[in-house]
């Protein structure tokens, strides 16, 4: 998740509601940066959870890799007992890795003391190979905690012989477990990958909008029971907090009053969950850095009249956040049009405020399928969408701000 402040007219950014809550003086969580500074040390501060069945407690925050990682961050993470670390192969092109690897360079001891992640975007046991290879001589490391194949969309993506290549990846040492992240079909991924049995992680998309759908808890609780440590990740469904209508500005109100930021209380929410090991979070400055740390080490809890002001506001707002439910809508298309990667692309441009990573991500896109977009009838899409998404105004809208050929 990325909280950063945003350009639009009418955002209102977590710098903005740490200077006004420091001035105010609204409670602990909203503390002023210079306290938030002299935050315990040390991993014992931070609460941890059991990763599945895997026998490693992992920390309930772990730093996501995929923005730019300054030394002085991944220090301070550490620091504050963050020691989970996420990136990827295709992060900044590959620079997240290396900056990962200038940090075990510089201090060799903290490395066995960190939960590594990275994924791979290769479709091949070869490429992923590759790719593996490639990261541990980035990361300066002989090794990776958990190796992920990166964007599953359907568990049949994973195969006997993606199981006997993670069977034989661990026997050499160079992971110790294996697993998948996942953006779309999030339902039906955990509950395929509950009945395989060699899965050991899985990161995916799952925030205060998901988590009260009976087909969300069914998979989570699936996962668990097969030992699966699971890995939130986009956790604050859409970012943050707009300031256009009386809707929008009714989370920012609620919870600044108990001293809480929004973004704070979404976090909240997902740790709500037990079964939940960790949340993913992208911190790209200190401000985002120490918001989220103070949230992980405040054991305040939401009151049920919190979780239940979410649910129904997030049942208000359902027509402006895609869920990933792309087998419903991207099945009435007689293109394999990829809705849920154009949505992607615009919660990253509009929510998120990073145009450069929606440009990316839109563009990404098979051209010839992008050529495609602008032809089709998104009525039946529409219809079968759960949450009243406006498909083709939306795709259209990507297509206008996103394109670059």
């Known amino acids: 998740m990325k909280r950063e402040k945003k350009t639009q007219a009418g955002c209102l950014s977590r710098r903005d509601f740490l200077k006004v809550a420091g001035a105010t003086g609204m409670g602990p969580l909203m503390a002023p940066l210079e306290a938030l500074a002299e935050l315990p040390a040390g991993p014992a501060s931070m609460p941890t959870r059991p990763f599945g069945?895997?026998?490693?407690?992992?920390?309930?925050?772990?730093?996501?890799?995929?923005?730019?990682l300054p030394q002085l961050m991944l220090n301070n993470a550490f620091k504050w007992g963050i020691r989970y670390w996420d990136t990827a192969s295709t992060y900044m092109g590959g620079n997240s890795e290396r900056r990962i690897g200038q940090f075990f360079s510089r201090y060799p001891e903290k490395r066995k003391k960190i939960f590594l992640v990275t994924k791979s975007h290769g479709w091949t046991l070869d490429e992923m190979t590759a790719d593996l290879n490639t990261s541990l001589e980035r990361m300066k490391t002989d090794y990776v905690d958990l190796f992920c194949a990166h964007g599953v969309s359907r568990i049949s993506e994973l195969d006997g012989d993606t199981m006997r290549w993670a069977e034989k990846t661990k026997a050499r040492g160079k992971i110790r477990f294996f697993g998948f992240s996942t953006h779309s079909n999030m339902e039906e991924c955990l509950l395929g990958a509950s009945r395989l049995g060699w899965i050991d992680g899985i990161m995916m998309t799952y925030n205060y909008r998901l988590m009260h759908s009976d087909d969300m808890k069914k998979a989570v609780d699936a996962c668990a029971q097969a030992g699966i440590g699971l890995t939130a990740m986009k956790t604050q469904a859409g970012g943050s907090v707009e300031t256009r209508t009386e809707t929008e500005l009714e989370p920012a109100g609620r919870f600044f009053k108990k001293g809480f930021t929004e973004g704070q209380?979404?976090?909240?929410?997902?740790?709500?969950?037990?079964?939940?090991?960790?949340?993913?979070?992208?911190?790209?400055?200190?401000?985002?850095?120490?918001?989220?740390?103070?949230?992980?080490?405040?054991?305040?809890?939401?009151?049920?009249?919190?979780?239940?002001?979410?649910?129904?506001?997030?049942?208000?707002?359902?027509?402006?956040?895609?869920?990933?439910?792309a087998h419903l809508c991207e099945a009435t298309l007689p293109s394999r049009v990829p809705i849920s990667d154009i949505m992607r692309a615009l919660m990253y441009g509009r929510s998120y405020g990073d145009r450069p990573r929606a440009v990316s991500q839109f563009n990404n896109i098979p051209p010839e399928i992008r050529r495609k977009i602008t032809g089709l009838d998104y009525s039946r899409a529409e219809k079968k969408c759960p949450h009243q998404m406006a498909i083709g105004k939306l795709v259209a809208e990507a297509l206008k701000e996103f394109s670059v050929c």
């Open 53 to 68: 069945k895997t026998g490693v407690d992992v920390p309930i925050l772990s730093f996501g890799g995929s923005l730019y």
């Open 265 to 325: 209380a979404k976090l909240k929410a997902v740790w709500e969950n037990p079964n939940i090991a960790s949340i993913c979070s992208e911190m790209p400055n200190m401000d985002i850095l120490m918001e989220n740390v103070s949230a992980a080490l405040d054991r305040t809890r939401l009151s049920a009249g919190d979780l239940n002001f979410l649910r129904r506001y997030a049942h208000k707002t359902r027509s402006g956040y895609c869920r990933g439910c």
